[in-house]
């Protein structure tokens, strides 16, 4: 059974993307951590990331590093933070996070509560800025 990041990537399950190319899709968080958290993927399913090989991975990182450029110049940030944990969806995943502060990574604790309208829109000022 696909996953629901497949799902996503396949348009199948809705969601506020951010960037796309041939192999990679980025999209919103729906349970951000902070403004802007992003979420990158393999459009092809693997579990864990370190199962992608080698020259994959490089792409997926450089896609990201597109993404987090994006974001920098969309979301008011000191950098970018990125995470990888992979412990609830089992499709490889990279957390791409705006942030000011180290506890703005802080996952264990209460997430943003923000509406649909708030994710499209914070999601349209990152498009706007992918190159
Ligand atoms: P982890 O697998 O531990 O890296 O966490 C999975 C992440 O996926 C969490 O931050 C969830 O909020 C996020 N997530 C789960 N389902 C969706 C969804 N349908 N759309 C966007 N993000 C999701």
């Known amino acids: 059974m696909a996953t629901i990041f ?3 990537a396949a348009g199948e399950i ?3 993307k951010v960037a796309e190319d ?3 899709y980025a999209f919103l ?6 403004v802007g958290h992003t979420l990158v993927i393999p459009k092809a399913e693997v579990d864990y990331i370190f199962d992608i090989d080698d020259a994959k991975l490089g792409r997926m990182m450089a896609f990201a590093k597109r993404v987090a450029r994006a974001q920098e110049a969309a979301i008011p940030c000191k950098r970018v933070g990125l995470a990888v944990m992979g412990l609830e969806v089992p499709h490889a995943h990279i957390h791409l996070i705006p942030i000011t ?9 209460a997430k943003l509560s923000l509406t649909q309208d708030e994710l ?6 990152i498009r706007k800025e992918y190159k």
């Open 6 to 8: 497949s799902r996503i």
């Open 29 to 34: 968080d729906i349970n951000p951590v902070a």
């Open 120 to 125: 499209a829109e914070i999601a349209a000022r």
């Open 101 to 109: 502060k180290e506890s703005d990574m802080y996952f264990g604790g």
């Open 22 to 24: 041939e192999e990679f």
């Open 14 to 16: 809705p969601s506020h």
